[in-house]
Antibody
């Protein structure tokens, strides 16, 4: 079955760029699904960051859009997140996930998640 | 943006209890409503989709109902492994949003 694994630095300096990658295994990133990022600050709830399709089409949370870039690498079966000009408020566990839009999974859900990676913004 | 509001924010209950969590959307979302369970240090897990459909592998003691703006998640008989945080999430708008969570604790 499809599995996701986040990777990237656990510590980013203020005003720097947070860069994460999500590797997809057990399935193809070129399937008819969207690939998403969700974050969770310590002790708080879930915030949807944005998503990308295999074609490179994106859909971003308006509150983060000005600082956000997502990309997809079909050859490596992975997708990535870059969040610029980070502050302490961006400290969170970052999850990658699949938003199902095909007929082979529960449509319009985040049905598969990575384990999450903690990113701390601090000097 | 569509705001999702859950109630209560926390709930104490005992094993065997029947528990209901409510989620209200700031506008009608038809049945584009999903429920997730999250345990400490773990990723969220999909429980219910399209307001009332049970995800494969999820025990039948979990059920969901509602449409429009008001939704409920019910656990018919709490088991020890059900103590967790529960989130609702709307997929009506492509600005996906989650409720603030309901923490279910052991009484």
């Amino acid at each position: 079955q499809v599995q996701l694994q986040e990777s990237g630095p656990g510590l980013v300096k203020p005003s720097g760029t947070l860069s994460l990658t999500c590797a997809v295994s057990g399935g193809s990133i070129s399937s008819s699904n969207w690939w998403s990022w969700v974050r969770q600050p310590p002790g708080k709830g879930l915030e949807w960051i944005g998503e990308i399709y295999r074609s490179g089409s994106t859909n971003y949370n308006p509150s983060l859009k000005s600082r956000l870039t997502m990309s997809v690498d079909e050859s490596e079966n992975q997708f990535s997140l870059n969040l610029r000009s980070v502050t302490a408020a961006d400290t969170a566990v970052y999850y990658c996930g699949r938003r199902c839009t095909s007929t082979t999974c529960p449509t319009y859900t985040f049905d598969i998640w990575g384990h999450g990676t903690m990113v701390t913004v601090s000097s | 943006d569509i705001q999702m509001t859950q109630s209560p924010s926390s709930l104490s209950a005992s094993v065997g209890d029947r528990v209901t969590i409510t989620c209200r959307a700031s506008q009608s979302i038809s049945t584009y409503l999903n429920w997730y369970q999250q345990k400490p240090g773990r990723a969220p897990k999909l429980l219910i989709y399209a307001a009332s459909s049970l995800q494969s592998g999820v025990p039948s003691r979990f059920s969901g109902s509602g449409s429009g703006t008001d939704f409920t998640l019910t656990i018919s008989s709490l088991q020890p492994e059900d103590f967790a945080i529960y989130y609702c999430q709307q997929s009506y708008s492509n600005r996906y949003s989650f409720g603030q969570g309901t923490k279910l604790e052991i009484k």
